[in-house]
């Protein structure tokens, strides 16, 4: 079955760009039906959504972090990766990576579930 | 604060039913029937439970139920066992200028 595996360094310095990536396996990311998605859980809190992305590369990011954020996916390798600039250490958190299931109804585009998830990795920010 | 807004916690006992809360606005919950929930046990990822308001994947238990009314969506859970003792998220597609996703806060549930 279709499983995503988040990789990258555990520990960030403050100022600096956090680098994730997520490889898929079980099933291509070059899918019509979805797209892929990053979202991080702070330690001891909730789920907040950073982003997602198509095969073709078209991406939508949180607006409370689209200055700092940039998805991209490389279909060759069947992995999408996620860069976060100018870190503090309100960023320390589990991210992981999902599918994102997206929909077109009359109106357009929509972005719905996720499903699976990977295993997250926590990353922490700290000199 | 949390996009959508969900009771910090609820408890049942084994074999009652719970129902979970997670209100949004017109332009997230109310809008669309794009709700989804989520069951996340201490330190595993979270889990798809409820699609589309009220549709559970393949593999979830009947027991697990989801419904809406107007910018208000809900998860019920019947005939509670010790295992669905966990934090539990509602999410929501949202418009906005752009395309957005949003969560809940997480609503912690106790089985006592």
């Known amino acids: 079955q279709l499983q995503l595996l988040e990789s990258g360094p555990g520990l960030v310095k403050p100022s600096e760009s956090l680098s994730l990536t997520c490889t898929v396996s079980?099933?291509?990311?070059?899918?019509?039906?979805?797209?892929w998605g990053w979202i991080r859980q702070p330690p001891g809190k909730g789920l907040e959504w950073i982003g997602s992305i198509y095969y073709g590369g078209n991406t939508y990011y949180n607006p409370s972090l689209k200055s700092r954020v940039t998805i991209s996916v490389d279909t060759s390798k069947n992995q999408f990766s996620l860069k976060l600039s100018s870190v503090t250490a309100a960023d320390t958190a589990v991210y992981y990576c999902?599918?994102?299931?997206?929909?077109?109804?009359?109106?357009?585009?929509?972005?719905?579930?996720?499903?699976?998830w990977g295993q997250g990795t926590l990353v922490t920010v700290s000199s | 604060q949390s996009a959508l807004t969900q009771p910090a916690s609820v408890s049942g006992s084994p074999g009652q039913s719970i129902t979970i809360s997670c209100t949004g606005t017109s332009s997230d919950v109310g809008g669309y029937n794009y709700v989804s929930w989520y069951q996340q046990h201490p330190g595993k990822a979270p889990k798809l439970m409820i699609y589309d308001v009220s549709n559970r994947p393949s593999g979830i238990s009947n027991r697990f139920s989801g419904s809406k009314s107007g910018n208000t969506a809900s998860l019920t859970i019947s005939g509670l066992q010790a295992e669905d003792e966990a934090d539990y998220y509602c999410s929501s597609y949202r418009s906005s200028t752009t395309l957005e996703v949003v969560f809940g806060g997480g609503t912690k549930l106790t089985v006592l």
């Open positions: 079980g099933g291509s990311i070059s899918s019509s039906s979805y797209y």
């Open positions: 999902a599918r994102n299931r997206k929909y077109y109804d009359s109106s357009g585009l929509r972005l719905n579930w996720f499903d699976p």
